[in-house]
Nanobody
């Protein structure tokens, strides 16, 4: 059984950093795409950043240069380093995993991911 468990969210002041973690268990496919998504109440889920089994990453324009996705393979953990947080980054963050898609696939679109975590809340105050 595949499980994704996020942690690391919290309430912080604008300008500080947070690191989110997603422990992935039971996912045995060598070819994969994993990512971080976010969804505010009443809004659609949107992609933040993804990484695939080839190490290729993608970032939403709004987070480029501030957020970094990485993997700790030894701990089967997906990480999201978020720097210079802003109030508009306040929302629920989810990690997701699925098969690796072709290069033309929009990986930041929340479709094609078979597994999702329960989410971790990030609240940034001005």
């Amino acid at each position: 059984q595949v499980q994704l468990v996020e942690s690391g969210g919290g309430s912080v002041r604008a300008g500080v950093s947070l690191r989110l973690s997603c422990v992935v268990s039971g996912y045995t496919h060598g070819s994969f795409c994993m990512g971080w998504f976010r969804q505010a109440p009443g809004k659609e889920r949107e992609g933040v950043t993804t990484i695939d089994s080839g190490g290729i990453t993608e970032y939403a324009d709004s987070v480029k240069g501030r957020f970094t996705i990485s993997q700790d393979n030894a701990k089967s953990t997906l990480l999201l380093q978020m720097n210079s947080l802003q109030a508009e980054n306040t929302t629920m963050y989810y990690c997701a995993a699925g098969p690796r898609r072709p290069a033309w696939w929009n990986r930041l679109y929340p479709v094609g991911y078979n597994y999702w975590g329960q989410g971790t809340q990030v609240t940034v105050s001005a």
